[in-house]
T-cell receptor, first 114, second 117 residues
Framework: AQSVSQHNHHVILSEAASLELGCNYSYGGTVNLFWYVQYPGQHLQLLLKYFSGDPLVKGIKGFEAEFIKSKFSFNLRKPSVQWSDTAEYFCAVSTYSSASKIIFGSGTRLSIRP | GAGVSQSPSNKVTEKGKDVELRCDPISGHTALYWYRQSLGQGLEFLIYFQGNSAPDKSGLPSDRFSAERTGGSVSTLTIQRTQQEDSAVYLC???????????????FGPGTRLLVL
């Protein structure tokens, strides 16, 4: 069965710093990959997703993620964070054969100092 | 239209009682998902429905948990004989389903916060 690891539990950055949140998955076959975000007091929402094609995926609010198949990774990046990026970020994976079973990581809490 | 709604928003119950959690998906969404988020944990997959069928129930933690969906719309998650470890936020999401092995975007509800005393 597939699983997802997010090794950074809590990341604290200053505004304008660059961000990279790690995500590794375990599954040898074709995968669908996602990053979701939950802003304080709001619902979970999709940031970006990868299914196929260009491994560098761009999402909303200036976020991007790169799928590196050889490393089983799908790290989230943003060149310059803002205070409004304070949120919890979840990486998720599903397999091609069981696409609707989307497994989430434990999440990374991002705190931005103004 | 409206987003995914869940009721109740908060539920406090005593150990051993049964609870029912409700999810109203976005109109037209054929897929519906239940997750559990315990304090400090990620989202734990419980079950998903395609229409009224649940192809994968492997995430349900025990036989005290069950779920059903009727009319391809509303879903109910039932927890029988609740235990303190059932305390968590139960999240529901819906989507247009999958297409060629690729899931459509999930839209999440606000969750039901369950506290078992």
């Amino acid at each position: 069965a597939q699983s997802v690891s997010q090794h950074n539990h809590h990341v604290i950055l200053s505004e304008a710093a660059s961000l990279e949140l790690g995500c590794n998955y375990s599954y040898g076959g074709t995968v669908n990959l996602f990053w979701y975000v939950q802003y304080p007091g709001q619902h979970l929402q999709l940031l970006l997703k990868y299914f196929s094609g260009d491994p560098l995926v761009k999402g909303i609010k200036g976020f991007e993620a790169e799928f590196i198949k050889s490393k089983f990774s799908f790290n989230l990046r943003k060149p310059s964070v803002q205070w409004s990026d304070t949120a919890e970020y979840f990486c998720a994976v599903s397999t091609y054969s069981s696409a609707s079973k989307i497994i989430f990581g434990s999440g990374t809490r991002l705190s931005i100092r103004p | 239209g409206a987003g995914v709604s869940q009721s109740p928003s908060n539920k406090v119950t005593e150990k051993g009682k049964d609870v029912e959690l409700r999810c109203d998906p976005i109109s037209g969404h054929t897929a519906l998902y239940w997750y559990r988020q315990s304090l400090g944990q990620g989202l734990e997959f419980l079950i998903y429905f395609q229409g009224n069928s649940a192809p994968d129930k492997s995430g349900l933690p025990s036989d005290r948990f069950s779920a059903e969906r009727t009319g391809g719309s509303v879903s109910t998650l039932t927890i029988q004989r609740t235990q303190q470890e059932d305390s968590a936020v139960y999240l529901c999401a819906s989507s247009l389903g999958t297409s060629g092995g690729v899931p459509e975007t999930q839209y999440f509800g606000p969750g039901t916060r369950l506290l078992v005393l």
